[in-house]
């Protein structure tokens, strides 16, 4: 939730959230922003890292270690990990609710926790919770409300964004009765009502029906497209690869790799995979007698050819016994072949480890 002591700040930020809300109220912050402050990005980090200290022994959990992160101003950038990575706590941290153990932070040109850079940005929470006697309207004209903004332009970009989270029909509904994928929205809406520059969201596509993941995913593009910043968290790596421009990949606490998605996802041929429409007797047995895994799919045969293999041997060999090919098809890395790479290395190297004796879980998602 925001503070009021953040209202002028506010005011000269804000600008309707989304095509049909009518005039704007300030000026589009995309851009100006950056000149004024140097071309700074919207987010870094240097070697930041968080230690809890648990009970009555002050046991140490260290959350992070060692992440350095560099967010450029207008890209949708993801932020990737396996289950106790430390996504929320870095999160946490730049949002200036966790202050970090050590290491450097900065949102907005600013240092975190600054007050004028929190009133450019808009911060869903993972599994957000709210007063929930409210109504889902009733909670955004609040926000919107502390953000300074009079009582008729609060209700109009409260309207506005229930219609873009899907919730119109449930905006009198008190939040007690919303479902978890409804939270979800309410909790996208009053993240987006001050018009933020900067949105980071943590785990914004979880608890969603598909029709929800979808909707969301298209509001989060639109934000993009508007030259807002966006950072978010997600398991779904297939989330991350439609929508971020570049991404981080966090795992025990540190970021072992960042960068475009292109980058992360080398085209690294991993293996081809070659239908063999009806092959004839002579043909089966040429293939059982070959290097390569053949099975029989229906009247078809997949064989796999491993990475580094030449695909060619095989297609010659299909085509001196009379056989068709039906499909060649090679299976590149994708991003999460990287992430569960990165997670198994670094298992490897005994970095991340369950806890407590370390920071990180293996994969579960
Ligand atoms: N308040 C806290 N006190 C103690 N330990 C914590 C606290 N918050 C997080 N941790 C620990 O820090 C590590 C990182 O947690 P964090 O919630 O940041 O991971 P995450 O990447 O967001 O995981 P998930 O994908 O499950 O949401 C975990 O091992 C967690 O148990
Ligand atoms: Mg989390």
């Known amino acids: 939730m925001h503070s009021s002591a953040l209202q002028p700040a506010v005011q000269s930020a804000v600008q309707p959230v989304g095509q ?4 704007p109220v300030g000026q589009p912050a995309a851009g100006s922003a950056a000149e004024s402050e140097g071309g700074t990005p919207a987010l870094r980090t240097h070697q930041l890292a968080k230690t809890y200290a648990l009970g009555f022994f002050r046991k140490k959990v260290r959350a992070i270690r060692d992440v350095s992160l560099r967010v450029e101003r207008g890209e949708i950038f993801g932020l990737l990990g396996p289950n106790g990575a430390g996504k929320t706590t870095t999160l946490k941290v730049l949002m200036g609710l966790v202050r970090p153990t050590s290491g450097e932070a900065e949102v907005l040109g600013r240092p975190v926790g ?7 940005l808009g911060y869903l929470p993972e599994s957000p919770y709210f007063y929930d006697y409210l109504t889902g ?8 409300e502390l953000f300074g903004l009079p009582r008729r332009e609060s209700r109009r970009r409260a309207d506005a964004l229930l219609e873009q989270v899907g919730l119109q029909r449930a905006a009198q509904l008190a939040l007690r009765r919303y479902s978890k994928g409804m939270l979800q929205r309410v909790g996208l ?8 520059e900067l949105v980071v969201l943590d785990e914004p596509l979880s608890g969603l029906d598909p029709i929800g993941r979808k909707q969301i995913r298209e509001l989060i593009a639109q934000l993009g ?3 807002k910043t966006v950072v978010f968290s997600s398991h779904i790596l297939s989330d991350v690869e439609l929508l971020a421009q570049r991404a981080a990949i966090l795992v025990g606490g540190r970021t072992v790799d960042s960068g475009a998605l292109d980058h992360l996802v080398q085209a690294r041929i991993l293996s081809t995979e070659v239908l063999i429409d009806r092959p004839a007797p002579v043909l089966l047995q040429a293939l059982a007698g070959g290097a390569y895994a053949a099975e029989a799919v229906g009247e078809t045969v997949r064989v796999v050819v491993p990475e580094g293999e030449d695909v060619g041997r095989l297609v010659d060999l299909v085509r001196r016994h009379g056989g068709a090919l039906l499909a060649l098809t090679p299976r590149r890395e ?8 990165r997670a ?5 190297a005994g970095a991340a480890a369950p806890l407590p004796a370390r920071d990180a879980q293996p994969m579960g998602a």
């Open 189 to 196: 809406a009053q993240a987006l009502i001050n018009d933020p």
């Open 137 to 144: 309207r009733e909670l955004l004209v609040f926000v919107a």
């Open 20 to 23: 049909p809300v009518g005039q």
């Open 334 to 341: 994708s991003l999460e072949d990287v992430v569960v790479r």
């Open 344 to 348: 198994t290395d670094d298992n490897g």
């Open 225 to 227: 497209a508007r030259g």
């Open 114 to 120: 600054d007050l004028v850079a929190k009133g450019r």
